[in-house]
T-cell receptor, first 110, second 112 residues
């Protein structure tokens, strides 16, 4: 089944403890992206990647890192999470104009 | 940067009625897309309309685009309880990498 998977789906952590949210797609898409969704703000793009080893900042990249060492994976790294990074995170990949979203990762930073 | 703004923020209707949601945006676009999100889940692509198109249909969905007013509308006809979800418009700006800029969404509730 064609899909985008994210892990973990839920995570509660503490300020400053490094974490990684994994994202994987099995559709051989070149483009992948990370978004965060907050009440009243909609979805905002964090980082995107046009292809392997090519990443670019989105609208809200501060406090996040990404890497794209292989086409299928696009992990989101929070080196030192802070409470304002508590959010619902979505990974997506794209074919043509249509984006395919993962199920989301709900992150709480205490 | 927020591009699209949906209106209304929330809409409650009875099953069988039509639901209309509007989206306004600020800059010139390449295309505009509508996505649906069931509570707390990932978004699902519904329909895309290009900047040179004025209207598009897909099943019970009808999308219009008015580039002179920088606005779009999504009409869901004969709504069902299963249509209950949040609906987002997203724009792709001309000359961009194809990145989507989302609005804040309209929360639709369809009562059986």
């Amino acid at each position: 089944e064609a899909q985008v998977t994210q892990n973990p789906r839920y995570l509660i952590t503490v300020t400053g403890k490094k974490l990684t949210v994994t994202c994987s797609q099995n559709m051989n898409h070149e483009y992948m992206s990370w978004y965060r969704q907050d009440p009243g703000l909609g979805l905002r793009q964090i980082y995107y990647s046009m292809n392997v080893e090519v990443t670019d900042k989105g609208d809200v990249p501060e406090g996040y890192k990404v890497s794209r060492k292989e086409k299928r994976n696009f992990p989101l790294i929070l080196e030192s999470p802070s409470p304002n990074q508590t959010s619902l995170y979505f990974c997506a990949s794209r074919l043509g104009n249509e984006q395919f979203f993962g199920p989301g990762t709900r992150l709480t930073v205490l | 940067s927020q591009q699209g703004e949906e209106d209304p923020q929330a809409l409650s209707i009875q099953e069988g009625e039509n639901a209309t949601m509007n989206c306004s945006y600020k800059t010139s676009i390449n295309n505009l897309q509508w996505y649906r999100q069931n509570s707390g889940r990932g978004l699902v692509h519904l329909i895309l309309i290009r900047s040179n198109e004025r209207e598009k249909h897909s099943g019970r969905l009808r999308v219009t685009l008015d580039t002179s007013k920088k606005s779009s509308s999504l009409l869901i006809t004969a709504s069902r309880a299963a249509d209950t979800a949040s609906y987002f418009c997203a724009t792709v700006q001309g000359g961009s990498q194809g990145n989507l800029i989302f609005g804040k969404g309209t929360k639709l509730s369809v009562k059986p």
